[in-house]
């Protein structure tokens, strides 16, 4: 026995001199891996920083919220959408975010994506709001520290259309006049005179089936190379006066129908043409959730029958990462009316390609 013991004795300490030593595990190791149902609510769990209280915070490509409704002229709650959208966005990792269509995983590429947080928005006075929004947006693209090249670029996640305005405003501060691609099932370029009242004032102007025409009269956009795609709204007459506006404003429109009618010959027509007329311009990508049928996103302040579905949607938006990219948003999810999150799992998702094809964007425009 005593042999036996010392035989063990001796095979144990051989291996143990050639196996390695096993490190004591880290607190990261432990404790440092989250589900998707926990955490703090940030955007694909990213990092989370309050960047307009911090001018250091550095980032290329922010996602920032903006909770603001009281521009709409149908159903509220799109204030609540920033925080639903984020909430959507929970299945969406760093770990696994590959993008098999771009062949990249954008949160981990090298670019710096952060949650930028919300922008806190008066509901009281509609001028104060957009004073806050306009200022936020130079605070943030603008007004800052920056390391590395360029300047940093935001996906603004809404709140209802009427935040575009804002981020036009410095976006024109930085790169002159920008070409809009707008997702909508609405022009959203009426002026004024779309909404006939006696009550009227300048504040009333700013609403959000207005705000493009805004940014027409201020020269934030492009004279002529925009296009709306997924169109289907009703308009004010016969005499279709509300697309010559809009046309007149440099508007090319792809209706709901020229999409499914045409099939994938027609998307793939419709980014062949967005190329042709763009070319390297400054582009910002504004996308209202109503673009698509309310069957997949019934939560939105104005739905409209007969709507895009959201594998269109992803389509188009994958075909434009060679586009120079500058910004874009997600806007009109008003998770109150929403069932399941389906609005909101589908706008998280557009956010995911938005910024996956910003992210192709800066490697084929350095």
Known sequence: MKILGLIGLLVSTTLA?????????????????EWPFQGITSFAHLN?????????????IGIIGVPFDTATTYRSGARFGPKSIRSSSQRQTSLRGFNTRANINPYQNGSI??????IPITPMDNSIALKQMTLAFEELLINRKREGE????????GGDHSITLPHLRSLKQIYGKISVIHFDAHLDTWSPKGYPSYWNSNQS?????????????EELINDENNFHIGIRTRISGNDLKDFDDDTSQGWTRYS???????????????????????GDSPTFISLDVDCMDPAFTPGTGTIEPGGMLPREVIYLLRGLERLHLVG???VEVSPSFDNAEVTST?????????????????????
């Open 150 to 157: 360029g300047k940093p670029k935001l996906i603004a996640l």
């Open 113 to 118: 994506i952060l949650d930028c947080g919300d």
């Open 48 to 60: 989370y920083t309050k960047c307009l209280l911090d001018r250091d915070s550095n980032f290329d």
């Open 256 to 278: 709901a129908d020229d999409i499914w009618i045409n099939g994938r010959e027609g998307l793939d027509e419709i980014i062949s043409n967005i190329y042709h007329k763009i």
């Open 346 to 366: 589908n706008a998280a998702q557009v956010v995911y390609e938005i910024l996956t094809s910003m992210i192709k964007s800066k490697l084929y425009n350095k």
């Open 17 to 33: 001199n050639q196996l390695p030593l096993v490190n004591e595990p880290t607190l990261d190791d432990l404790w440092g891996e």
């Open 205 to 217: 102007e700013f609403t959000h089936g207005s705000m493009l025409w805004m940014a027409h009269n």
């Open 328 to 330: 874009g948003d997600v």
